[in-house]
């Protein structure tokens, strides 16, 4: 038996076996071939599984989001298959007898080469295309695996940490856990695995060795701990409380449909955090009162373009129509940092973070901005929509972003489209300008929602991707706790109301704290809905809340 | 051989939608497809080089189709053009 000790992230206990994630590989090798015949038949092969692959994605996307989406998909293997592109690719293996990864690199790059000469920007952006088209048969000729998990059987994944696309692509039906080298709680995996409610842990280094592939695992995301091949007492004492935590849910399911007040009558409510439509069900499952933050990068991310505008509104819609009538808060495009697009070509910066990032990008090339609340208003007339900028420091930025608004309603009205005059306009309060500055922004906006995870890293200058900075990255440090009772009190001031989506909404040791500063809404992962109403339901504001505000104006560091 | 003219309406032009519509339609007949702006030609089946012509709004194109259902395919490929370009 094998035990290593991580940080758990995500609560659970799952038992199954170990899979390493399987990351494509970036570069090729490139060698003279003797058998190139054998050789094309190898392309050849190759290149029928990728038309498979995209004829796949294309019925998938067909499903999920229209023709229009599935239309990418088709013109992609109509790439696959090109004449030209397949001579070119024969030419190179049959004539200069390369081997087939590198035939179909540089004939790639061949035809990336001639879009991008075109005179014409929408043609020129077509190069991404045949380069993805490329990268999937290379992937296939090199054994990559798409998705990353190449498994008949779920297994618990284990990785070096996993980027926002990555994520994305994942087949989430194939993941019992995650366990990953570096990473920290705010990190995406970690997010990820909150959001489908099964086990994480983060931070095991290198302990986890290769040979262990295969091998059965347990991990429990209470504990952190990561143990291979158990023995018979240990095992029989997890598969027990994986009961227990079973039984500890069927108590909490006791809770759904009881409302969200505390002892003294205070009332809050409790909404989902979502990155993908598929994430609704989840959400009313768990019994949550509405979305407080649908994030829309997801779009974004698993496009190889921009989304289109209609692509983007039946994505909305579907959330919206399933919620049927709650309040659903979609937050707009928030990528830069930590989330990079290869299609919106943006410039490396020295320091991502506090770089040209969600809002500013949007303010900065308006019509990505345009397509998004074009999409975002027509789905307003099938739910009740609340539209939320992220990443704002000014008064300007969200003036100029709701003429945006009043720009877009005009063209729909124009065009006689449908839309919701009912639709809210909020913004995310994630840094700490944002914070000090929310007397003055309370009166353009109907709402506040606090981004608690950047807020945090703003707030304290910590990183919240790097590992090492654990002690001094502490979300419950009072400058943040303090920001957030300032943003709450000008809020109410304003006669608008203030909820918190970041990780730390979900935290039961701060419930206290924010029932005592007023805040209005939590919006947490749904796993986390159920203990949080047992929580609220459990405290009494009036016996906590001196205590809770004069610990907030001290120094101690922990709450 | 049958020919027609026609001068692009949609105001993208032949991007990656229209030529892969256009692909796919022309892969209903056994007819070859030759699409003519200017001095350059290119068979309509090669997605690519269709693309790479950069057609545009207002561009006049010439269509030759050549096989045993050309008269079929001429008649059928003219409504397409106007329907979809």
Not at chain 1, 365 to 375: C, G, K, N, S, V
Not at chain 1, 440 to 451: I, M, N
Not at chain 2, 68 to 76: L, T, V
Request: aromatic fraction near 6%; hydrophobic fraction near 40%; proline fraction near 3%.
């Amino acid at each position: 038996m094998i035990s290593i000790q991580g940080k758990g992230v995500s609560t659970g206990v799952a038992i199954g076996p170990l899979y390493f994630y399987q990351r494509a590989k970036s570069s090729i090798t490139r060698t003279k071939v003797k058998d190139s015949d054998a050789e094309w038949n190898r392309f050849k092969a190759a290149q029928a599984k990728a038309i498979e692959q995209l004829g796949e994605l294309a019925e998938k996307a067909r499903v999920e989001a229209g023709d229009s989406a599935a239309f990418l998909f088709e013109t992609h293997q109509m790439m696959a298959e090109d004449l030209d592109y397949e001579e070119a690719i024969q030419g190179l293996i049959q004539d200069d007898k390369l081997n087939a990864e590198a035939a179909v690199s540089d004939t790639a790059a061949q035809f990336a080469e001639m879009f991008a000469s075109m005179d014409d920007p929408y043609m020129q952006a077509r190069s991404a295309d045949v380069k993805d088209v490329s990268t999937r048969i290379i992937g296939i000729l090199t054994g990559a695996v798409q998705g990353g998990i190449d498994s008949p059987v779920p297994v618990v994944l284990v990785a070096d940490d996993l980027a926002p696309s990555e994520t994305v692509q994942l087949d989430k039906s194939k993941i019992l856990g995650f366990v990953t080298e570096g990473g920290s709680g705010s990190s995406h995996t970690a997010i990820l695995a909150r959001t489908m409610g099964i086990p994480a842990i983060i931070g095991v280094g290198k302990q986890v060795k290769a040979e262990y592939a295969g091998r059965e695992v347990i991990i429990d995301g209470t504990k952190g701990e990561v143990i291979i091949d158990a023995d018979e007492a240990t095992r029989n004492l997890m598969v027990a409380k994986m009961e227990q935590l079973r039984k500890q849910r069927e108590m909490l399911e006791l809770l759904k449909g009881k409302p969200n007040v505390t002892k003294d009558g205070h009332s809050i409510r409790i909404y989902c955090n979502i990155g993908s439509p598929d994430d609704v069900a989840p959400v009313l499952g768990n019994d949550a009162g509405g979305i407080g933050l649908f994030r829309s990068e997801f779009l974004y991310l698993n496009c190889d373009d921009y989304p289109s505008e209609d692509y983007q509104f039946e994505a909305y819609k579907k959330v919206l129509s399933e919620m049927e009538g709650k309040e659903v808060v979609i937050r707009t495009l928030d990528i830069g940092a930590d989330k990079q697009i290869d299609y919106f070509d943006l410039p490396k910066e020295e320091n991502p973070a506090m770089g040209n990032r969600a809002l500013r990008i949007c303010l900065n090339r308006p019509e990505i901005f345009r397509t998004q609340l074009r999409a975002l208003y027509r789905a307003s007339a099938f739910g009740k929509l609340c539209i939320m900028f992220p990443m704002v420091t000014s008064v300007w930025e969200v003036k100029e972003a709701k003429k945006m608004c009043e720009r877009v309603k005009a063209e729909l009205t124009a065009e006689g489209k449908a839309f919701s005059n009912d639709v809210e306009l909020g913004i995310m309060i994630e840094t700490p300008a944002a914070a000090v500055m929310s007397d003055r922004l309370a009166k353009e906006v109907d709402f506040f929602s606090c981004g608690t995870n950047d807020l945090t890293q703003y707030t304290l200058a910590c990183d919240r991707q790097n590992a090492d900075l654990g002690r001094f990255f502490n979300p419950h440090h009072p400058a943040v706790l303090r920001l957030l009772k300032l943003v709450c009190d000008n809020a109410h001031k304003n006669g608008i109301w203030v909820g918190i989506c970041g990780e730390l909404g979900a935290d039961l040791s701060l419930t206290e704290t924010f029932l005592s500063i007023g805040i209005d809404e939590l919006s947490v992962s749904p796993r986390a809905v159920l203990p949080l109403r047992q929580k609220v339901r459990e405290t009494n504001v009036a016996v906590c809340r001196d205590r809770v505000l004069s610990e907030l104006m001290s120094d101690i560091n922990t709450i | 051989m049958k020919s027609f003219e026609y001068t692009i309406k949609d105001p993208v032009g032949i991007h990656a939608r229209p030529a892969g519509l256009l692909v796919k339609e022309i892969k209903k007949y056994t007819s070859t497809v030759i699409i003519c702006k200017g001095d350059k030609e290119v068979n309509a089946l090669k997605l690519m080089a269709l693309m790479g012509m950069g057609i545009k709004q207002g561009d006049t194109v010439k269509v030759n189709i050549e096989g045993a259902d050309e008269d079929k395919a001429a008649a059928e490929l003219e409504a397409f053009f106007k329907a979809n370009l």
